[in-house]
């Protein structure tokens, strides 16, 4: 017979049975560690956060500090040095008014800066312009007796007219005339020359540019060659062959008025 071990028979009997652990309570378990690293990686963020802004505040003090405008004191600045190529009472040709005389020189503010002027008087117009030293390119000397001999043969010449649009022909003059050369201005002249031919229709526009042409190059021939307005037209006329039956007229008119010699009798 085997021996009975009482002990081992109430531990059987009195052993506590352990709880199972439930399905329930490990989802918790989970949900509760989740919670826990999400709460960790707040928590870093929110460290983060707080080392970096201060560094932004620090940026955004510099870019304040860079946008502040202090006051600045305008001082006049003089322009820049440039030889005087004129004289006082010089004549010169300016190509978008035509000839005119340096009357002084006088400085003026413009933009802050201290620009030395050329006072310029233009009998055509009436008018006086300022023109600065530094833009004196711009301007131009009287042409030579050469030049005006030259421009005279120009003037003589056969006129050179295209035949593309008016328009097109129109800003080409208005180039020439603006240029200031005394060729082109002649040529311009010579082209829209109709001389004594009233039965040739001319546009207004067309008028208007030969007159602008005209005058700009008698007032500049009347200088050089130092004679009257009128003398100056005859020679023009004449080289454009114009009013040449009026010329006649004048002329037949001096020797009719001329007074005859009497003849003495014996």
């Not at 009482?6 to 399905?23: G, R």
């Not at 004289?87 to 190509?95: E, T």
């Not at 009128?230 to 006649?248: F, P, S, V």
Request: aromatic share 4%; hydrophobic share 30%.
């Amino acid at each position: 017979m085997k021996k009975i071990n009482l002990k081992n028979i109430l531990k059987k009997t009195f052993k506590k049975s352990k709880p199972k652990k439930s399905k329930k309570a490990k989802s918790k378990k989970k949900v509760v560690a989740k919670s826990l690293k999400v709460k960790k990686i707040k928590k870093t963020n929110l460290n983060i956060q707080k080392k970096t802004k201060p560094t932004l505040k620090s940026e955004n003090l510099r870019i304040t500090k860079t946008n502040e405008v202090k006051p600045e004191i305008k001082k006049i600045k003089k322009q820049e040095t440039a030889k005087k190529e004129y004289k006082l009472k010089d004549y010169v040709v300016y190509p978008k008014h035509g000839v005119g005389q340096i009357l002084s020189i006088s400085s003026k503010t413009i933009g802050g800066i201290d620009v030395q002027c050329y006072d310029i008087k233009f009998e055509k117009d009436k008018a006086i312009g300022n023109l600065p030293i530094n833009k004196q390119n711009h301007l131009r000397p009287l042409s030579t007796i050469n030049q005006v001999n030259k421009s005279i043969s120009i003037l003589k010449s056969k006129p050179k007219i295209k035949r593309s649009m008016w328009s097109r022909r129109a800003q080409e003059y208005e180039q020439k005339i603006t240029s200031g050369k005394i060729y082109e201005l002649a040529e311009v002249v010579r082209d829209l020359n109709k001389g004594d031919d009233l039965m040739v229709d001319q546009s207004y526009s067309e008028r208007q540019l030969f007159e602008k042409a005209y005058e700009r190059i008698l007032s500049e021939f009347q200088i050089v060659i130092g004679a009257s307005h009128e003398e100056t037209q005859k020679k023009l006329d004449k080289a454009l062959k114009r009013n040449l039956e009026k010329q006649q007229i004048v002329k037949t008119e001096i020797k009719k008025e001329e007074p005859k010699e009497i003849g003495t009798t014996e």
